[in-house]
C-alpha cells in the first residue's frame, strides 16, 4: 500500500488569485505521482504562518498522512515563514533532507544558501519543505527520492533495507 503524501503550495500572490499558474505545485505533484505515493490532498494557501501550521497539523494527525511536501515560502523574505511554521509543528529534525537539497540547488544557483527549507517528524508524517522554484522541485526530488522512500519506511516501523 502506498504511503499518502499532501502536497501544500505556499505562496499568498497565487492563494489571492494572482493568474499565474501554480508551476511548482504542478511539478510537485508529478515527483510525487513518480514516487508512487497515494495523493490525499493538494492545496494552495498563503504566507500566513497559522495558516501553515494548520494545514500541517491537519494532514498530519486528522488525515494520518505519512508524508506533507511543501513548496514555496523558504527563502529569507520577510513573508516566508513554511521554514518557522514546520518547525513549530515537529517533533524531530531531519537535516540532512534539507541539507542534501540545497547541495542539489548549488549547481543550478548562484543563490542555492538562501534557502531556509527544513524537514521533520510529526508522530509519524515526515514533512518536507521544498524551495518554490518550478526548476528546484526536480532538481531536489532527485537528490532525496530515495532516502524519503527509506525513510518513510522506517517512520512507519516497516521492513526497509539499510
Known sequence: MPARVALLTISSSRAAGSGRLDESG??????ARGLGLEIAGTELIGD???????????????EG???????????????????????????REVPGIAEAMRDASRAHTRHWMLSRAVAGIRGGCLIVNFPGSP???EQSGEA?????????????ERPSSH
Open 135 to 137: 526548476a528546484s522541485i
Open 65 to 91: 498522512c505519512e508524508l506533507i511536501l511543501t513548496t514555496g515560502g523558504t527563502g529569507v523574505a520577510p513573508s516566508d515563514l513554511t521554514p518557522e511554521a514546520t518547525l513549530a509543528v515537529i517533533e
Open 48 to 62: 500566513e504562518r497559522a495558516s501553515i501550521e494548520e494545514r500541517l497539523r491537519h494532514y498530519s494527525d486528522v
Open 26 to 31: 504542478a511539478r510537485l505533484l508529478e515527483f
Open 144 to 156: 532525496i527520492g530515495d532516502a524519503l522512500e527509506h525513510a518513510l519506511a522506517l517512520i512507519s
